[in-house]
């Protein structure tokens, strides 16, 4: 019986941990915020509350692997768009002194696509320190989750070729939902994965329009959702013909996003919600620590 794999997240909220717990993989979080750690001792999750750059990494040799999901606000199109000159953009290099200090197995970076370049930067530091390295964009919608979520990811691995996962699901075409991709699932509708009636509409009741920010007009629950963020506190779901509808739960938004039904998220219900959109969609999760961990050559 193989040993079982060890990984420390930084970063961590739940969305990798759920992922690892389903894999057999023991994931320890590395979380400042108070409402995550606290989702996270809910679930049952391994976790060390404290600042990501004031915490020894030496405390963490011998994990096989590092998971580093950093901050996305100075880089989201629905955010601050500093870069990494904005106040939390700087940590977007923060997990590779992690992984210098501690030389895992293998390694995993997630943020949003604008980061795709500074992950070719650290891909190539990587391979100078002897990794073997993949770098690409993901949609969530191609691994089983009801969301057309894009991400921009690392995988590198000391001991043999790393490469991104196959997709298990077809590619949502926005001007053309009805194409399929051949030879996988079909990806998974909001209605699908909230058991809902087909027909109904999900997004945003405003009064006022938000040019800075990505917030959905309504939105069929016959296809994937767009990509939830933190206003997604303010989104309805309407039944055929009707003109308002009602609010979505944290819950909801979870199960969109892949999550367990009733997964236990700590405070408040914009803080729920804040806490699924920040998380990585565990299907997509699931499916990259299975690529990364798998023994064949």
């Known amino acids: 019986m193989t040993e079982a794999q060890t990984a420390v997240d930084l970063f961590a909220g739940t969305g990798w941990a759920v992922a690892a717990e389903r894999l057999g993989i023991n994931e320890i979080g590395v979380e400042i915020n108070p409402f995550a750690c606290a989702s996270r001792a809910a679930a049952g999750f391994a976790t060390v509350q404290g600042d990501v750059t004031e915490i020894n990494p030496a405390h963490f040799i011998g994990v096989d692997g590092v998971i580093g999901s950093p901050p996305c606000q100075d880089f989201s199109d629905a955010g601050l768009r500093a870069g990494i000159a904005g106040r939390t953009g700087r940590l977007v290099r923060e997990p590779m002194r992690w992984v210098h200090i501690i030389r895992p197995r293998w390694v995993v970076f997630e943020q949003v696509p604008p980061v795709l370049p500074i992950w070719h930067e650290c891909a190539r530091e990587l391979e100078e320190a002897g990794y073997k390295t ?23 691995r000391l001991d043999r070729q790393a490469k991104l996962p196959e997709a298990t699901h077809s590619q949502f075409y926005n001007r053309s939902p009805s194409q399929r991709d051949l030879g996988v699932k079909d990806w998974i509708s909001v209605a699908e994965a909230l058991d809902l009636s087909p027909g109904g509409s999900i997004g945003m009741n405003r009064k006022k329009p938000s040019p800075r920010h990505l917030t959905a007009d309504f939105r069929s629950t016959d296809i994937p959702s767009l990509c939830l963020t933190r206003f997604a506190n303010a989104w309805h779901i309407r039944d055929q013909g009707d003109p308002v509808g009602r609010l979505v739960t944290p819950d909801e938004l979870a199960r969109i996003q892949s999550y367990p039904a009733g997964f236990p998220f700590a405070g408040a219900t914009k803080t729920k919600i804040v806490q699924v959109a920040n998380s990585v969609p565990p299907a997509m999760g699931e499916a990259i620590l299975k690529e990364v961990i798998s023994c064949e050559a």
């Open 134 to 156: 993949a770098v690409g964009l993901l949609r969530a919608e191609q691994y089983g989750a009801a969301t057309a979520r894009k991400r921009a990811i690392l995988i590198a």
